[in-house]
C-alpha cells in the first residue's frame, strides 16, 4: 500500500534539493541561539521541523534529550548521520508532520523548539494546537519565525521568489503569517494559551558562507526547495536570468563581508515563546 505521505506536497518541497547545504551557513548561529534558550542537563526538547540539526545537536551537546521531527526523510538521515559522528546518544532524528504528531505523547516535552520549521507546515492552528499538547505544564514552546515584509534577506528571497511563481492553490495560509504577532497570538489561544502567556523578540540570524554572493545564489538556486520551484516557474517564462539577478542584487547588497569571496548575511527573524 502506498504511503501517503508520498504525495504530500510540503514533503516535497522540502525533500526536493539539499537543504543541508543552505543550513551548513547557519551553524554558528544556529549554537548562539541556543545558548540564549536557557536549556539544561536532562531537559526532554522536541525539535520541530529539525533539517539536519541545526540547533538539536547545540541543543544535545548542553546535556538535553533531544528528538529531532522532520517531514523531509533525507533531512532526517542527514541528522542522524550527524549525531553519529558526534557520537551524541541523547539525540535522535525521525519522520513526523508537524499538523499531527502521530506517536508523540501528550505532555511530554519540557520544550518544544522550531527555528523557521514548523512555520512551514500548511495548517497553522494545527501546528499551535499539536505544539501546545506534547508540551508539559510549565514548559516552553519557542519559535524562530521569518517577518513578512521585512528589509533583511530570508523574507526579501521569499517575496522575490513568489513573484516568479504562480498564485499558490485557494486557501494557502502563507508560512510568512507566523512572522506577525496578532497570528501567533491567535494560534496559541485557539490552542489554549493566554495571551499574557506568549512574549515576542526580535532577533538576528546570520548566514556565514565560504563563498562570495553570487556562489550563495547559486546554493539556493540548486539546493533550497521554494527557490527551486521559483526558477522552475522563471524558466518556463523565460525569466531565470532576470530572477538570477535580482537574487544576486539582494545578496550583494546584504552581504556584509569585507571579503567579497565570503559571504556574511544577517536576518531578522520574530522568536517567540510560548509558557504553557
Same mark, same amino acid.
Given at each position: 500500500?502506498?504511503? !501517503? ?5 510540503? &514533503?516535497?518541497?522540502? $525533500? ?19 545558548? +540564549? ?6 531537559? &526532554?526538547?522536541? $525539535? *520541530?521541523? /529539525? ?15 533531544? *528528538?529531532?521531527?522532520? @517531514? ?18 541523547? /539525540? ?8 499531527? *504528531?502521530?506517536?508523540?505523547?501528550? +505532555? ?5 523548539? !522550531? ?17 501546545? %499538547?506534547?508540551? &508539559? ?21 521569499? %517575496? ?26 491567535? %494560534? ?12 515576542? $523578540? ?5 548566514? @556565514? ?36 539577478? $535580482?537574487? @544576486? ?12 569571496? +565570503?559571504?556574511? @548575511? ?9 509558557? /504553557?
Amino acid at each position: 500500500m502506498e504511503n !501517503s505521505t508520498v504525495t504530500n506536497p510540503n &514533503k516535497a518541497l522540502w $525533500e526536493k534539493g539539499d537543504f543541508t547545504r543552505i543550513a551548513q551557513t547557519m551553524r554558528k548561529s544556529g549554537e548562539e541561539l541556543v545558548a +540564549k534558550l536557557g536549556i539544561s542537563h536532562g531537559m &526532554k526538547i522536541l $525539535e *520541530l521541523g /529539525c533539517g539536519d540539526g541545526t540547533t538539536a545537536i547545540p541543543e544535545a551537546k548542553l546535556g538535553a534529550d533531544v *528528538l529531532g521531527v522532520d @517531514i523531509a526523510g533525507n533531512l532526517v538521515a542527514a541528522g542522524n548521520i550527524r549525531v553519529q559522528k558526534e557520537g551524541l546518544g541523547n /539525540c535522535k532524528f525521525q519522520e513526523g508532520d508537524a499538523i499531527n *504528531l502521530i506517536g508523540l505523547e501528550d +505532555k511530554s516535552f519540557d520544550r518544544v523548539i !522550531s527555528i523557521f520549521g514548523a512555520m512551514f507546515a500548511p495548517k497553522p492552528f494545527e501546528v499551535a494546537k499539536e505544539m501546545v %499538547r506534547v508540551t &508539559k505544564p510549565g514548559g516552553k514552546i519557542i519559535m524562530g519565525n521569518w517577518i513578512p515584509g521585512d528589509p533583511t534577506f530570508v523574507a526579501q528571497i521569499l %517575496r522575490i521568489s513568489s513573484s516568479f511563481t504562480p498564485p499558490p492553490p485557494e486557501g494557502f495560509i502563507s508560512p510568512m503569517t507566523w512572522g506577525v504577532e496578532s497570528n501567533v497570538i491567535e %494560534r496559541f489561544e485557539k490552542a489554549g494559551i493566554s495571551k499574557e502567556n506568549i512574549s515576542f $523578540e526580535r532577533d538576528t540570524f546570520t548566514f @556565514i558562507a565560504e563563498y562570495s554572493p553570487e556562489e550563495f545564489v547559486l546554493a539556493f538556486k540548486s539546493y533550497y526547495g521554494p527557490t527551486m520551484n521559483a526558477f522552475e516557474a522563471a524558466e518556463k517564462n523565460g525569466k531565470s536570468t532576470e530572477l538570477q539577478q $535580482e537574487l @544576486i542584487e539582494l545578496f550583494t547588497s546584504q552581504n556584509q563581508s569585507s571579503d567579497p569571496s +565570503k559571504t556574511v @548575511i544577517p536576518a531578522t527573524y520574530l522568536r517567540v515563546t510560548v509558557q /504553557c
